[in-house]
């Protein structure tokens, strides 16, 4: 819909452009036209006016001429009728003479010409009655007084008047040349104004034109920026990054330049989303974009590929560069981003491909530096070059899957427990279910290396349920033989997204005739922090059911004791990666110490875990936690062997565990 908005608003412009140049045509045509036309009309007038005033002035002219060769003639002529025919003749000329002069009269006439006429009529009266007795001298006979009065008195006379007219015929044919060239000039006009307008038409015609394209050019522009460029970020979307994938691939073996795709993703970004909101997460995006352009070189190329993943083309990059790249990129990200006052830290993994060694085609290239970047993940080290085991891995991982969820069905899963040991008295208060699967070929297999990919592919709630049903089974089975222990067993994230799994905890429970006290359920800060909402809800029911909630890998996550404190929870389990180093690392010694003060606070307990040493276990006890797990104490037992552990346990092995009485050492 916003897309075809700009076509409609250039395709109007154009029409009116199109009819602006259009009317300016038609006017300019209009003006051209009526101004020929009365020109026209005028000098036609002019004209035809000349024509007639001209004619009645020669012809007075023609007759005043033969007027004077009939006087001329009378003197020669003898014989009486010869003479009379004559005097006729020149009567009559006098009466042509006189029509011409008074039709002349009649016509429009300047002031110039009226003057004129009038002295020709002067001139003709005071000349008549000279002409008078000349004619009448030639009637009677008198030729020589009758020349000498021609040649002296009537002929000047007569000449004078000529001149007049021939003044006047001058003058007319002057009236007619300056209408000639007033016509002329006006053409002219007409033509200027013709070429003028005719510019200015097609001025504007080509200023439109010119706005029109600037415009249609300025939205083709916007539009290519719409289809190239991330609109979050700014960055190079995902087509433009292809382009210049692909012109990288074309100009490398002509210059000679390796390079290097690296692909990154921002760890955890899901939980910030969830846990902060969408509008930390869009800032915190164009936050990395910033960081990740000032990482690279002015002409390595940063993209954005959607989500939280982003993509650098690094020019003239070999395997060499990799680790130091790597370490200055995270260290850019390692400043925490600022969000209203509240400290976010992040951190990423990246993996790297490189053209020509791993791949020539911009396809493989992205799809091995994705690879790449989960086995990044995956180790945790935060980046990882291409290696081709790597997809071997991937590919593993897939056909894992398969088996997985054959073995799910199958119950070929199975179940070993962790002793929980309580500090005081050495009593043996619980155990925690471990998920193992012993694969035919690969072995026995840790949950870390296929609870991910259960997660990933739908079949979390097959293996929670199956861990559920089969740890109650061996609870309902240690009660009866007299051992009222309490059974441990962990949720993923993806658990506490599902809605019906208190209504399923509540008929597992049901079935195996376990009272919901003796259950433990434990839950990460993260996963909790991954669906708030739903998490909150689903742990109120456990709750109100009488289920015991724990959190596990305490001081890992995001969030605070503080917020713990919404949360319907029992027990605190402090990370083991606090606890394997207490003894050694101060830091993490002070970690564990005000984290046991802190829970007993909020009247939660707090279970050690990762017990290792005798010296971390003698720690905890003085520290007054009350309970631990860790391999000092028991590794996982597999199913079989733990009978014969819990026989043991309450003989020598108890005793064996009981600290020295000397006062504890003081942290
Ligand atoms: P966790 O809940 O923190 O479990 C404790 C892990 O620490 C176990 O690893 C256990 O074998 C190990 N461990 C116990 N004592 C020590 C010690 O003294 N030192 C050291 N270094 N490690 C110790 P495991 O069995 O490989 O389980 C790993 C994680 O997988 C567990 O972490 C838990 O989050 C998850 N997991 C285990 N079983 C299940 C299950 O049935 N369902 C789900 N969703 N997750 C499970
Ligand atoms: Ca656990
Ligand atoms: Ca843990």
Redesign the pocket.
Known sequence: MKQTQPHRGIGASIIAGFFVVLALMVSLTIVGLRHVSETNARLRGIAENNNVKAELAVAMQTALRERALSMHALTVLTDPFDKDAETQRFHALGADYVAARQRLEQLPLSGEERAIIEHIRTLTRVAQPEVQAVMDMGMEDENPAMIDRIRNSAMPRQREIAKQVSDLIQLQREHTAAAVREAEASYREVHDLMIALGASALFIGFLIATLVSRRVSRQARQLADQALYDSLTGLPNRCLLHDRLEQAIALSPRNKRPFAVALMDIDHFKTVNDTLGHDVGDELLREVAQRLKQTVRADDTVARMGGDEFVMILHGFTEDNVARFAEKLLARLSPPFIWHGQAIDISASVGFSMFPLHAEDSGSLIRYADIAMYAAKRSGKGHALYETKMEQADRTNLSLKGELREAIQEGRLTL?Y?PKISNGDCGLVGL????RWEHPKLGLL???QF?PLAEGSGLIGP??QW?LKTALAQLGELHARGHPLNMS????ARSLHDLELPQLVSELLAGSGVAAKFLTL?VTESAVMAHPDSAMAILARLDRMGITLAI??FGTGYSSLSHLKQLPMDEIKID?SFV?DMEKNENDAVIVRSTINLAHNLGLKVVA????SKEAWTMLNALGCDHA????LSR?LPPERLAAWLDNFSGALQASLRPPRAAPAVI
């Open positions: 070993y962790q925690e279910a471990l998920v840790t949950p870390d609870v293996l929670t861990v067993v962990n949720l993923s434990e596990d890998d083991k394997m875990e990762g017990v290792e797990q860790g391999y000092y996982p």
